[in-house]
């Protein structure tokens, strides 16, 4: 759905007839949905998640995975027993639509992803000693993109290294410049951007490295070295030794 496309307001006849209509998965939704979070549905959260069911058109299916993983992520936040409001739900899911997340397989794909930058954060908060919170948003970007740009974790010691060195403290824009630097001359290892330095390769408009010569390239460049030596030493010898060439 065009994110520019506002909702239609739904109203309460709206509801009351998609809650009836046998044929629809919406009631069973709603039942599920008021089971997990604990609670009876008001007027305005069964306006929202039938946003998701009818306006964003997302499978029930897909919408109780979110369900449970808005859960997952408020009880970790807040402690256990804590449940998501449907604003809350609401708002993941149209970020969920916009990445086209409109089935199961793909929900559980994200969601994988999701759980493994979850540990990546914590790993990624030790290396550059900030004790363990919850992030803010911002922080989770940056941590995604560095993640993406498949950086390990000596490479982005380093980068904090440099970022404490020039700012005397942490500074999560100018980290991210210089990660990213490094990822357009495609250095993501602490070994790498050592020898990155010295590299003596040219850096293309772009900032990328110029890629190796295919090995069948690199091939009959040697082939032909070969046969150029051998013609110059045919051409010297028959030459008596002499300097005309």
């Not at 993941?92 to 990546?120: H, K, P, V």
């Not at 060195?165 to 490094?182: A, E």
């Not at 032909?224 to 002499?242: A, C, F, K, T, V």
Request: glycine content about 8%.
């Amino acid at each position: 759905v065009p994110q520019e496309v506002p909702p239609p307001d739904y109203a309460l006849e709206d509801i009351t007839a998609a809650l009836e209509e046998r044929s629809s998965a919406f009631p069973a939704l709603c039942d599920e949905v008021e089971r997990r979070l604990g609670k009876k549905l008001s007027a305005s959260d069964l306006k929202s998640l039938y946003t998701l069911f009818d306006h964003l058109n997302l499978p029930a299916e897909v919408i109780l995975m979110l369900v449970g993983w808005c859960s997952e992520e408020i009880a970790r936040k807040y402690g256990p027993g804590r449940k998501p409001r449907m604003s809350y739900i609401s708002k993941e899911g149209f970020a969920w639509a916009r990445r086209g997340i409109d089935t199961m397989e793909r929900a559980e794909e994200y969601l994988q992803r999701l759980t493994r930058l979850r540990s990546r954060e914590g790993e990624v908060l030790q290396l550059l000693d900030i004790p363990l919170r919850p992030l803010v948003e911002r922080e989770k970007t940056y941590i995604a993109a560095w993640d993406d740009m498949g950086f390990d974790d000596g490479a982005i010691r380093m980068a904090y290294e440099k970022t404490i060195m020039k700012k005397q403290s942490m500074d999560w824009s100018y980290m991210n410049g210089i990660l990213r630097r490094w990822h357009e001359k495609g250095l993501h290892t602490a070994q790498a951007v050592q020898a990155g330095d010295r590299d003596p390769r040219p850096i293309q408009a772009g900032g990328q490295n110029q890629r190796p010569a295919p090995p069948q390239e690199d091939a009959r460049a040697r082939e032909d070295m070969e046969r150029m030596r051998r013609l110059m030493e045919q051409m010297r010898q028959e030459g008596g030794g002499s300097n005309g060439i």
